[in-house]
């Protein structure tokens, strides 16, 4: 939607009921991907597209029955070999379409997510589209620190007029309110997840919120759509580790730059995999991307040289980034320390630096490094605790702290992380 979100927002704001569909599944040789929209508005306008033009017009008239009966539809849309002028898609593919009709005021999650999207706030918009009566349609806006929405929406009643729904069961057979409230949790925390990589799709959960099988007996599908750039990867120090760093940081789905203030070194020939090679000073560059970074940019210093690190470290330690991370022996970390102390860093903003650098692994190789590196980023993000899987017996998939309330499972974290 966020092509067509400028468009939306002025629909939204003037109070006028729309519909959008969206899709939410493709497979062989569809022509969009998961995320593209068309939206149509009750008086009839369309915006963006869902196929290219394949079937655009059933899809119009699907978003035209929706705003009359206020019910969300998932429609598949294949090839005809019958007829290939029939509704379907000639190219060979399938489309998943999910038709969700919006009134402006009656969902929570979906006018914040609207208004997020127009604004340009990275959020995840996670919708419903298959599961037990009364869920779908239902949507959650989640940002970094928290949501908007509820499970299930809080929906005015369809006109007298309109079909009954196979998705509008009785009360009777909703999840108990006990299981929706780990349901809606478990998709928020699934659906940050997805917003901090950037990524749309789907997810399928159990009523009791754990992760399942499609084709399990009970289970809720949302569809997941991230809007944000891609977060930042900031490696400063041009050398060999760098490349394998930066192989792997793009891996995660991060925008990678490399800095450093030797031209010689900095070059894009020796870092083809870079988003971009600056030259410049490291603290100097900082201070020029403080509007360009956020909660999610990652800092990787491997410049293990003080000219370079103190006053690049003095700036970094005290912004809002995700983490920052330091290479160096334990001596070069104990000496680090003690300038950063000097420069007048407090203990708890010296305590947010990792050095040294990435998870123990017994790395040797530059690419071994890199998987360090990387692992500690992602335990970090996630609250892991850098354990085996198998020294533990609870869930594998479990809730990363997100919120300041629970400062507990960060400072778990980080002892086993040390």
């Given at each position: 939607?966020?092509?067509?979100?400028?468009?939306?927002?002025?629909?939204?704001?003037?109070?006028?009921?729309?519909?959008?569909?969206?899709?939410?599944?493709?497979?062989?040789?569809?022509?969009?991907?998961?995320?593209?929209?068309?939206?149509?508005?009750?008086?009839?306008?369309?915006?963006?597209?869902?196929?290219?033009?394949?079937?655009?017009?059933?899809?119009?008239?699907?978003?035209?029955?929706?705003?009359?009966?206020?019910?969300?539809?998932?429609?598949?849309?294949?090839?005809?070999?019958?007829?290939?002028?029939?509704?379907?898609?000639?190219?060979?593919?399938?489309?998943?379409?999910?038709?969700?009709?919006?009134?402006?005021?009656?969902?929570?999650?979906?006018?914040?997510?609207?208004?997020?999207?127009?604004?340009?706030?990275?959020?995840?918009?996670?919708?419903?589209?298959?599961?037990?009566?009364?869920?779908?349609?239902?949507?959650?806006?989640?940002?970094?620190?928290?949501h908007h929405g509820a499970l299930p929406p809080a929906l005015p009643p369809a006109p007298s007029t309109a079909q009954p729904s196979p998705a509008a069961a009785p009360a009777a057979t909703r999840p108990a309110r006990h299981l929706l409230a780990a349901l809606e949790q478990a998709v928020v925390t699934e659906a940050r997840?997805?917003?901090?990589?950037?990524?749309?799709?789907?997810?399928?959960?159990?009523?009791?919120?754990?992760?399942?099988?499609?084709?399990?007996?009970?289970?809720?599908?949302?569809?997941?759509?991230?809007?944000?750039?891609?977060?930042?990867?900031?490696?400063?120090?041009?050398?060999?580790?760098?490349?394998?760093?930066?192989?792997?940081?793009?891996?995660?789905?991060?925008?990678?730059?490399?800095?450093?203030?030797?031209?010689?070194?900095?070059?894009?020939?020796?870092?083809?995999?870079?988003?971009?090679?600056?030259?410049?000073?490291?603290?100097?560059?900082?201070?020029?991307?403080?509007?360009?970074?956020?909660?999610?940019?990652?800092?990787?210093?491997?410049?293990?040289?003080?000219?370079?690190?103190?006053?690049?470290?003095?700036?970094?330690?005290?912004?809002?980034?995700?983490?920052?991370?330091?290479?160096?022996?334990?001596?070069?970390?104990?000496?680090?320390?003690?300038?950063?102390?000097?420069?007048?860093?407090?203990?708890?903003?010296?305590?947010?630096?990792?050095?040294?650098?990435?998870?123990?692994?017994?790395?040797?190789?530059?690419?071994?490094?890199?998987?360090?590196?990387?692992?500690?980023?992602?335990?970090?993000?996630?609250?892991?605790?850098?354990?085996?899987?198998?020294?533990?017996?609870?869930?594998?998939?479990?809730?990363a702290p997100a919120t300041p309330e629970e400062p507990r499972a960060r400072r778990t974290h980080r002892t086993h992380a040390a």
């Amino acid at each position: 939607m966020q092509d067509i979100a400028e468009q939306l927002q002025a629909w939204h704001a003037a109070g006028r009921s729309f519909a959008v569909a969206t899709v939410v599944g493709v497979s062989g040789s569809a022509p969009r991907d998961p995320g593209a929209a068309l939206a149509v508005d009750a008086a009839g306008e369309a915006i963006g597209s869902v196929s290219g033009g394949c079937v655009e017009g059933a899809v119009y008239e699907l978003c035209q029955a929706a705003i009359e009966s206020g019910e969300p539809v998932l429609e598949r849309f294949g090839y005809s070999d019958e007829d290939a002028f029939a509704v379907g898609l000639t190219c060979g593919g399938v489309l998943d379409v999910f038709v969700q009709p919006i009134r402006p005021g009656a969902d929570d999650g979906l006018d914040a997510g609207i208004a997020y999207i127009a604004s340009g706030t990275p959020v995840a918009l996670a919708r419903v589209i298959a599961g037990p009566g009364g869920l779908v349609g239902a949507t959650v806006a989640v940002t970094a620190d928290t949501h908007h929405g509820a499970l299930p929406p809080a929906l005015p009643p369809a006109p007298s007029t309109a079909q009954p729904s196979p998705a509008a069961a009785p009360a009777a057979t909703r999840p108990a309110r006990h299981l929706l409230a780990a349901l809606e949790q478990a998709v928020v925390t699934e659906a940050r997840a997805m917003l901090d990589a950037g990524r749309t799709g789907r997810i399928v959960l159990g009523l009791d919120g754990r992760p399942c099988d499609d084709r399990d007996q009970g289970t809720v599908t949302c569809f997941v759509e991230s809007y944000v750039p891609a977060p930042r990867m900031l490696v400063f120090g041009a050398i060999d580790f760098a490349a394998a760093v930066v192989r792997i940081g793009r891996f995660l789905g991060y925008r990678v730059t490399v800095c450093d203030a030797r031209p010689v070194f900095a070059t894009k020939q020796r870092f083809p995999e870079a988003d971009e090679v600056v030259v410049d000073w490291p603290h100097r560059y900082l201070d020029s991307q403080l509007d360009r970074i956020d909660g999610r940019t990652v800092l990787c210093v491997l410049t293990h040289d003080a000219k370079f690190d103190i006053p690049l470290l003095e700036r970094a330690l005290r912004l809002p980034v995700g983490y920052v991370g330091a290479m160096g022996s334990r001596r070069t970390h104990r000496d680090r320390e003690a300038r950063l102390r000097e420069v007048g860093l407090t203990e708890a903003e010296i305590g947010r630096l990792r050095s040294p650098i990435g998870l123990d692994l017994g790395a040797r190789t530059p690419e071994e490094t890199a998987v360090s590196v990387a692992a500690e980023i992602i335990a970090h993000r996630r609250g892991g605790s850098c354990l085996p899987l198998n020294a533990g017996d609870g869930p594998i998939h479990h809730e990363a702290p997100a919120t300041p309330e629970e400062p507990r499972a960060r400072r778990t974290h980080r002892t086993h992380a040390a």
